[in-house]
C-alpha cells in the first residue's frame, strides 16, 4: 500500500521538474512590436473609415489596383532617401543563401555584428556589406504604395490611359522605432494621377482631402508647400547641392524645433552662414501673401525658387476660390522627407487631436524614369488609416450605429422553435438585415448576455404561442422595452 501511494504522490521536486518542463513548452503568445490585431468592433469601425476613403476616390473617377506585399529590393532602395532606406525590411532569400559567402575574419564569428547599413570603413578589413545584403537578400516588403505604383505603370504602361488614375489601399511595412500613432505595419489609402502636369490635378487632390475629412467629421490644417521653393531656399543662401539635406532636417523642425534643426544642419555640412540666411525663412510667418512677397525678394537670383511660387500661387488661388470646407495654409517650413518629390506638397493633420499627420502627398516629376519610362510626371497623396482611426477614436466620431454588425439575434427555445426561426431568418437576410440565432437551447439568462456582450441591438423570442399567432416578441436591449409585432414591422424596425 505504501509503494502504491509513492507512485500516485509524486515529491515536490518531480512536481517542479514538470512545471518547468510545461513552461518551456507553453509558449507565451505575442505579436512583433509595430504590429497589431483587431477585435471584430475595429474591424467594422475600420471597414466604415476604407469605405468612406474608397467612395470619396472613386466619386473623382480613380480606378482601384493592387501590388504585391514584396518588391525586388533594387526596386525599393534609393527612392526614400537615406533615411527611409534605413527603415526598409529586407527578406531573407529561401534555401540555402549563405552556402559560398566568403565572410571576412573579423566577422565570421560574429554574426550579429553585420550591419547593411553601417559603413564599410567602420568594419575590420572593410568588408563590402551591401554585397552581402544583395547576397543575402534580393526582395523586401514594400515601404509605401507609391514606388510599387511607379513600378506599375511602367510594366503595364501599354494597358493604361493616361492621366492614369488610380487609388490603392494596402499595407506597408517601416521597421521604425513603435510609438504612439507610429507602427511597423499600417494601411495606407492612396490616390494618384500620373502622365499629366496640370496644377489641377493638385487641386483636385486638395477636394479629395477636404472631402474625406468632412466625411469623416474630423476638422482638419491642409499645409501645403513646393519643392521647387526649397530648392530655391538652398540656391539663395549658397548651398543647392545640400536640398537634401535641408529637406530631411527641417522635416524634423515640428518634433525637435529650431536649435536641434540648425545642429543637424551644421553637422551634415551646411555652413553657419547659409544657417543664419535660413533662420529669417524658416521663422517666417503672417499672411500667405505677405509670405509671398519676402519670398519673391529672396527669390531674386533663383529661377527655380521663383517658379515654385508661381506654382503655389496658382494652386492657392483655386483653392480659395473653391471655399474648402477644411483650413489651409502656405508653409514654408513644410518639407516632406521623401527625396522623389519635386514639386507641390501636403501635409494634413487633425485640429483636436494629439497626433502627428494623417495625409501627406505630392508631386514626382520622373518616378518612372528610374525603371525606363522617363518624362513621366505624377502627383500623389496618402491617407494614413491607422493614424486616421486613432484621431477618430480619440474624438469618439465613429456613429453607433456601427458598433455591432448583426442588428437581431433569435432566442433558442428548442427544436421546433429552430426551425421556424431559420425560415424568418433567411428573410430577414434577404432583406439586408444581419440577423443571426443563438447555437444552443441554453439558458435564456446566458443568450440574453451572449446578445449584450456583443452590442445586439435587438433579440425576437418566438415560443409556442408567437408560433401560433404568428405575431413575433421583439425586445429593445438598450431600453429594455419589448412588444409583439408581425415581422413586417419587424423588419422596419431593423431596416439601418
Not at 501511494?5 to 518531480?14: D, R
Not at 521597421?175 to 496640370?198: L, T, W
Not at 496618402?382 to 493614424?387: N, T
Amino acid at each position: 500500500m505504501g509503494y502504491r501511494e509513492k507512485k500516485t504522490q509524486p515529491s515536490g521536486s518531480i512536481f517542479l521538474y514538470l512545471h518547468k518542463l510545461l513552461s518551456v513548452a507553453v509558449q507565451k503568445p505575442s505579436i512583433p512590436k509595430g504590429t497589431r490585431d483587431f477585435s471584430p468592433l475595429e474591424m467594422v469601425r475600420r471597414n466604415y473609415l476604407f469605405d468612406i476613403i474608397r467612395n470619396v476616390f472613386q466619386l473623382f473617377g480613380y480606378q482601384p489596383i493592387e501590388t504585391p506585399a514584396m518588391e525586388n529590393l533594387s526596386t525599393l532602395m534609393g527612392k526614400y532617401g537615406e533615411e527611409g532606406d534605413k527603415l526598409l525590411f529586407k527578406i531573407l532569400n529561401s534555401g540555402n543563401y549563405l552556402e559560398g559567402l566568403q565572410l571576412p575574419q573579423s566577422l565570421s564569428n560574429r554574426q550579429t555584428d553585420i550591419n547593411p547599413e553601417a559603413p564599410s570603413d567602420e568594419k575590420p578589413g572593410g568588408p563590402d556589406i551591401q554585397a552581402i545584403t544583395r547576397h543575402i537578400s534580393g526582395k523586401g516588403l514594400r515601404y509605401d504604395l507609391t514606388v510599387p505604383f511607379a513600378r506599375y505603370v511602367v510594366q503595364h504602361q501599354n494597358e493604361l490611359v493616361f492621366p492614369f488614375k488610380r487609388y490603392q489601399i494596402q499595407p506597408v511595412w517601416r521597421a521604425d522605432r513603435p510609438q504612439k500613432g507610429r507602427y511597423r505595419e499600417f494601411f495606407q489609402c492612396d490616390v494618384d494621377v500620373i502622365g499629366s502636369n496640370s496644377l489641377l490635378n493638385e487641386v483636385e487632390l486638395a477636394q479629395i482631402i477636404d472631402a474625406v475629412f468632412i466625411k469623416l467629421g474630423i476638422q482638419v490644417m491642409i499645409r501645403l508647400n513646393n519643392r521647387k521653393v526649397l530648392a530655391g531656399i538652398a540656391e539663395a543662401i549658397g548651398v543647392p547641392e545640400k536640398l537634401t539635406d535641408i529637406t530631411v532636417a527641417i522635416d524634423k523642425l515640428d518634433k525637435t524645433g529650431m536649435d536641434k534643426v540648425t545642429e543637424e544642419l551644421i553637422m551634415r555640412g551646411i555652413t553657419c552662414e547659409a544657417v543664419e540666411k535660413l533662420q529669417p525663412i524658416l521663422n517666417l510667418e503672417g499672411k500667405i501673401k505677405d509670405k509671398f512677397e519676402t519670398l519673391t525678394g529672396f527669390f531674386k537670383e533663383s529661377e527655380t525658387g521663383r517658379k515654385g511660387l508661381e506654382e503655389i500661387q496658382i494652386v492657392l488661388k483655386h483653392l480659395k476660390d473653391l471655399n474648402l470646407h477644411n483650413k489651409f495654409n502656405f508653409d514654408i517650413t513644410l518639407a516632406r522627407g521623401l527625396s522623389y518629390y519635386t514639386g507641390t506638397i501636403f501635409e494634413v493633420k487633425a485640429l483636436n487631436a494629439t497626433i502627428g499627420s494623417i495625409c501627406g502627398g505630392g508631386r514626382y516629376d520622373d518616378l518612372t524614369g528610374i525603371f525606363g519610362l522617363p518624362g513621366i510626371s505624377g502627383v500623389g497623396i496618402s491617407f494614413g488609416a491607422d493614424r486616421i482611426y486613432d484621431v477618430m477614436n480619440e474624438l469618439n466620431l465613429f456613429p453607433e450605429t456601427i458598433q455591432a454588425a448583426t442588428r437581431a439575434m433569435f432566442i433558442n427555445f428548442g427544436t421546433e422553435e429552430e426551425k421556424y426561426c431559420l425560415r424568418l431568418l433567411t428573410t430577414l437576410r434577404l432583406a439586408g438585415i444581419p440577423s443571426e440565432i443563438y447555437p444552443d437551447n441554453a439558458k435564456l439568462r446566458k443568450q440574453m448576455e451572449y446578445a449584450n456582450r456583443k452590442n445586439i441591438p435587438y433579440v425576437i423570442l418566438i415560443g409556442k404561442d408567437e408560433m401560433e399567432s404568428g405575431l413575433l416578441t421583439i425586445k429593445n436591449m438598450l431600453s429594455g422595452e419589448q412588444h409583439s409585432c408581425s415581422l413586417d414591422d419587424i423588419k422596419k424596425t431593423l431596416a439601418w
